[in-house]
């Protein structure tokens, strides 16, 4: 039985083949069910199983095909907002194998490690919610790249667009495009320090505007004074801190430990868990633009915002972002809308973990690259809906949770949590979340926390089960006649 929130999801779905776009809803349906389970575990039984694997084979069934219906539905959730977050990042898929290689695998780092890099343009909500995968793109690096260092001259030397670094202003042309397609609705692509390239901040600050834009700088860069006159301070940094302070306020910081051990940049230092006070600056500036081999770039006026800790411990790193943006910072409030934006970014990271731990894509096993990204499509798809219960039962837990929910799996959730029969009216969304993330673990208590996206999707898995056997077994099939 094919799900109700998976017809929905994939109204527009064109394989080319009636018979495989059912399919594909039936396999959809089905690891969305079980996202951690293996294929076999999912599909529940032998010729559901090959009927899968026969999905993922198939030519017609591309990456791109897969993921466009799931497109198509969330440019129409976002038409119905007044403003969306287009969040890009970049994540590596490890399909290291001990005794077998998946055939069509790159180099990830140089080393004996294989599998794919994925870019991903996804739509958020300003609380958080995702909306859903916009753009993404998958690729396989060669053999040249993975394993042959360039030389600095020899990387200066390269165009942008022969570059993978170009995947950031790529998907910016993306995010502007999409902008067309619904002028009513303000969308802000917001980029990490890995997007901060010349050539993003000149197409993003180019007219006709479509698409505001965040992105945070990892390069300190020179600033141009009036007139082409240079200025006191000569960069970016300094000119910010030579502006007064507009607010001030004190924020809990996260500890970290350093992913690579011979790391120097300041901004991947391990630190510890904190409070720390910080204070807040903005000013408008231009930036001088840098040379490039074989092209004249333009300059670019943006706004800078500088978020500073003030009396960092003398063991630690401080906490300091660097954000580059053209939404307007005339006053404090419209500055930490800039920053609450950008703290949304961090949603993607979630989502991310959410499609490695919680779906296990890196786990699938495949003989070729290619029917892995089949499968990685559709489990864009279930991670987006996972994580998509998660948020939205923490921004709108008032409303009724058939907005989510099936009767058969809210009643039956009832059931078995509260050992009670399930009421007769539907209750709250906020309610039958926690409900599910008992089944995976987590413990109610009052004013913590709701269930993250990790208890969640092991208590949506048992929810299926128990859902199953309420339909089958329940109160409404002894019923029946």
Avoid at 9 to 15: A, G, H, I, M, S
Avoid at 337 to 345: A, F, N, T
Avoid at 348 to 374: A, N, Q, Y
Avoid at 421 to 427: K, L, T
């Amino acid at each position: 039985m094919v799900a109700a929130w998976v017809m929905e999801e994939t109204k527009t779905v064109d394989l080319k083949d009636r018979r495989l776009n059912h399919r594909l809803r039936e396999v959809l349906s089905q690891l969305g069910e079980h996202p951690t389970a293996s294929i076999p575990g999912a599909c529940g039984g032998h010729a559901e199983m090959m009927g899968a694997y026969r999905l993922f084979a198939n030519e017609k069934a591309t990456f791109e095909q897969v993921l466009a219906p799931h497109t198509e539905a969330t440019r129409q959730r976002l038409a119905q907002q007044a403003v969306a977050l287009l969040v890009q990042d970049t994540t590596e898929a490890d399909l290291t194998r001990p005794s077998q290689q998946v055939e069509g695998a790159g180099p990830l780092d140089g080393g004996p490690r294989r599998g794919a890099l994925l870019h991903v343009l996804h739509a958020f909500t300003p609380d958080g919610t995702p909306w859903g995968t916009l753009h993404a793109r998958v690729w396989v690096r060669d053999e040249e790249v993975g394993c042959a260092a360039q030389s600095r001259a020899q990387r200066a030397a390269t165009a942008i667009e022969q570059k993978e670094s170009y995947r950031w202003v790529d998907t910016l042309r993306l995010a502007t495009e999409e902008g067309q397609r619904c002028p009513a609705t303000q969308r802000i692509c917001v980029a990490d320090s890995e997007g901060d390239i010349y050539e993003l901040l000149v197409q993003a600050t180019a007219e006709p505007r479509r698409v505001d834009w965040i992105v945070r700088a990892c390069q300190n860069r020179a600033v141009q004074g009036e007139n082409g006159q240079p200025t006191a301070e000569r960069h970016v940094r300094e000119y910010v801190l030579g502006r007064p302070v507009l607010f001030t306020h004190t924020i809990q910081v996260r500890g970290r430990k350093a992913k690579v051990p011979c790391e120097t940049r300041g901004r991947r230092q391990p630190r510890e868990s904190r409070e720390a006070q910080v204070e807040t600056r903005a000013a408008q500036v231009r930036l001088r633009p840098p040379w490039r081999a074989g092209r004249q770039l333009v300059e670019v006026t943006v706004h800078a915002v500088l978020v500073r800790e003030v009396k960092p411990p003398a063991d630690d790193e401080p906490v300091e972002w660097l954000l580059l943006t053209r939404l307007p910072v005339g006053k404090a409030e419209q500055v930490r809308q800039v920053i609450h934006y950008y703290g949304v970014r961090w949603t993607i990271e979630i989502f991310f973990r959410t499609l490695k731990s919680g779906c296990r894509v890196e786990e699938r096993r495949f003989e070729h690259v290619d029917r892995w990204l089949s499968c990685l499509a559709v489990y864009l798809i279930v991670a987006w809906r996972t994580l998509y219960i998660c948020r939205l039962g923490r921004s709108c837990p008032d409303i009724s949770c058939e907005a989510v929910f099936e009767p058969a799996e809210w009643k039956s959730v009832w059931q078995v949590t509260d050992r009670s029969a399930p009421p007769p009216r539907a209750p709250r969304l906020g309610e039958m979340v926690r409900r599910v993330g008992q089944l995976g673990g987590y413990v109610t208590q009052r004013h913590r926390e709701p269930p993250g996206p990790q208890t969640l999707w092991i208590g949506l898995q048992r929810m299926h089960d128990f859902a199953l056997c309420w339909t089958l077994f329940g109160p409404a099939a002894r019923n029946r006649p």
